[in-house]
């Protein structure tokens, strides 16, 4: 896939030093530089001249987060009290937008950040993280970066993969998951994980990757790059999300299924989620003016209990247990769970609901805990 070279490299003066920032001013010498003292001054700024999203992925910023890096992941809660099955999942927040260009990315409705934005001070995300696992060493915390932006898209210039895979591999009682849609994996191979450390792949069938995952890797390349962790001794995932009903995903969906499980060894894969195309009104909107020719915003949507678009409940159903029955049929145990979903489907998919977080949390990580 074409990795990032940004038009301009923005510098907050307070990470000018930071090791983070010097990866990306070695790997990028060609690409002009401008330090500022302030980030929030910068946006500010920016955000006046009514940026593009086009255009926030051209330009590049290394800030200072000054908040908590680690949060819960919001997928669990809906609105008004509507409680979707949780997997207590959390969430870094090390960098916001993303270079790639994906139709259905919930970003494009929710971020309003003018600069593919890292945040450069990854020495105060190692120290929280410390003070998170060792306040309660009885707990288990399953951890990703993959929330608002790609875990390894700007990986090759940024090597911010590096010092999160050796700290977690210290960590007796945490797993990082680095969920991609690139094949960016070549900082990984040759790093001491200590088997704490799952890479994690957002898949679909080609057809989808070319209309609507632009500036993807392949499936191919996805799934090569998979093989390669594997290889390094990486347990691997797989997400199937968004899963898109046209005519004809019976048969592409299997295909990718039967990809999987051929390319990779038996029991590499540490767990698999799936979870139907959803989406708010306002990014069909988004979808329909900056992809004209996406087929998404046109399929059978229907506003579901929290607000979002989503395909009509017994079709996710049908369409959640014919998945299930295709990873069944190559591998009797690998971990499959539903994201964004509410108990009565999984009842109706798994024929049980998980008892509580932890327990569910438990059951995803059994092959790496």
Not at 232 to 255: C, L, M, T
Request: glycine share 6%; net charge positive; with cysteine.
């Amino acid at each position: 896939m074409k990795l990032l070279r940004p038009q301009k490299l923005f510098i907050e003066s307070s990470v000018a030093e930071s090791q983070i920032t010097k990866n990306v001013l070695k790997l990028l010498p060609e690409v002009p530089v401008e330090v500022v003292d302030s980030a929030e001054a910068l946006l500010s700024s920016a955000k006046e001249q009514t940026p593009t999203l086009s255009r926030a992925k051209k330009y590049l910023l290394l800030a200072e987060h000054k908040g908590r890096f680690l949060k819960h992941c919001p997928g669990g809660k809906g609105r008004l009290g509507i409680q979707n099955v949780c997997c207590n999942y959390l969430v870094i927040n090390y960098a916001a937008n993303c270079h790639m260009d994906c139709s259905y990315c919930f970003l494009q409705s929710y971020l309003n950040f003018p600069y593919l934005t890292i945040y450069a001070n990854h020495n105060d995300l190692l120290t929280e993280l410390e003070s998170v696992f060792s306040a309660d060493r009885s707990r288990f915390f399953r951890v990703g970066t993959g929330e608002l932006a790609d875990s390894l898209a700007l990986d090759s210039v940024t090597r911010y993969s590096v010092p999160l895979v050796e700290f977690f591999a210290s960590q007796p009682n945490a797993i990082l998951e680095l969920k991609t849609k690139t094949d960016c994996v070549d900082n990984l191979l040759g790093l001491g994980h200590g088997g704490r450390t799952v890479l994690a792949w957002s898949v679909n069938p080609p057809r989808i990757q070319k209309t609507d995952e632009h500036k993807t890797a392949s499936l191919a390349e996805r799934l090569e790059a998979a093989r390669r962790c594997a290889g390094a001794g990486y347990q691997v995932a797989f997400h199937f999300d968004p899963i898109v009903q046209y005519s004809g995903w019976e048969a592409e969906y299997r295909s990718v299924v039967r990809q999987i499980f051929t390319l990779l060894p038996a029991g590499a894969v540490a767990w698999i989620s799936l979870g139907a195309l959803r989406m708010t009104y306002a990014l069909k909107q988004v979808i329909r003016r900056r992809f004209p020719k996406s087929p998404l915003p046109f399929g059978e949507l229907l506003p579901g209990e929290d607000g979002k678009l989503r395909y009509f409940k017994p079709v996710r159903v049908a369409m959640y247990r014919q998945m299930k029955e295709w990873i069944r049929e190559l591998d009797q145990d690998v971990p499959i769970y539903l994201c964004m979903e509410k108990p009565d489907v999984w009842l109706k998919v798994f024929g049980r609901v998980p008892t509580d977080e932890p327990a569910l949390e438990q059951e995803i990580c059994r092959r790496v805990w």
